[in-house]
T-cell receptor
Framework: DTGVSQNPRHKITKRGQNVTFRCDPI?????LYWYRQTLGQGPEFLTY????????KSRLLSDRFSAERPKGSFSTLEIQRTEQGDSAMYLC?????????????FGEGSRLTVL | GDSVTQMEGPVTLSEEAFLTINCTYTATGYPSLFWYVQYPGEGLQLLLK?????DKGSNKGFEATYRKETTSFHLEKGSVQVSDSAVYFCALSDPRNDMRFGAGTRLTVKP
């Protein structure tokens, strides 16, 4: 399967712990996006990369959140000092090209539960 | 900022019924508009898109027309099937290339 891959699929952690999610995009895609989705809501934009450059960050991305894409391939999203409000599905998507024609290819998500 | 508002669900229909899911948008520029679908246990996937006013996107029997005058992009299907049961998300792509999603509408089709 050469789609977008995310892991772990589910993470349960205690409040205050750090967690890291990994996303492997479709190999030729230069854009990579992170979204957060809570129950009954649509995905909320967090940040995106073009190659290794992080071009946009949402106000939702507090200083406890950091994302990297060091070699322009896979990406990691780290959440430090997790809070119960961080419980959500974290979605990664990738796309090819510059423009807003925007077919995003999504992974199945990483579900975070903070106890 | 740019946003989309879509019809609240859930929507329950009988097989072969006509489907409409309303979506309206607010944008300062000229966004591209999309419908994504999420089947149970799967990731979101693109259903159809339209990149300019009066364009009609279509796929798998679903259609949506980009209406600038009413700022709408309603999703329609003439005859739904049980396999269409899913959550449908309206979305727009703004000039900064962020994709903004609506809250989603859950459709259940009963045999």
């Amino acid at each position: 399967d050469t789609g977008v891959s995310q892991n772990p699929r589910h993470k349960i952690t205690k409040r205050g712990q750090n967690v890291t999610f990994r996303c492997d995009p479709i190999s030729e895609h230069n854009r990579l996006y992170w979204y957060r989705q809570t129950l009954g809501q649509g995905p909320e934009f967090l940040t995106y990369f073009q190659n290794e450059a992080q071009l946009e960050k949402s106000r939702l991305l507090s200083d406890r959140f950091s994302a990297e894409r060091p070699k322009g391939s896979f990406s990691t999203l780290e959440i430090q000092r997790t809070e119960q409000g961080d419980s959500a599905m974290y979605l990664c998507a990738s796309s090819l090209g510059q423009g807003a024609l925007g077919e995003l290819f999504f992974g199945e998500g990483s579900r975070l539960t903070v106890l | 900022g740019d946003s989309v508002t879509q019809m609240e669900g859930p929507v329950t229909l009988s097989e072969e019924a006509f489907l409409t899911i309303n979506c309206t948008y607010t944008a300062t520029g000229y966004p591209s508009l999309f419908w994504y679908v999420q089947y149970p246990g799967e990731g979101l996937q693109l259903l159809l898109k339209a990149t300019k006013a009066d364009d009609k996107g279509s796929n798998k029997g679903f259609e949506a027309t980009y209406r600038k005058e009413t700022t709408s992009f309603h999703l329609e299907k003439g005859s739904v099937q049980v396999s269409d049961s899913a959550v449908y998300f309206c979305a727009l792509s703004d000039p900064r290339n962020d994709m903004r999603f609506g809250a989603g509408t859950r459709l259940t089709v009963k045999p």
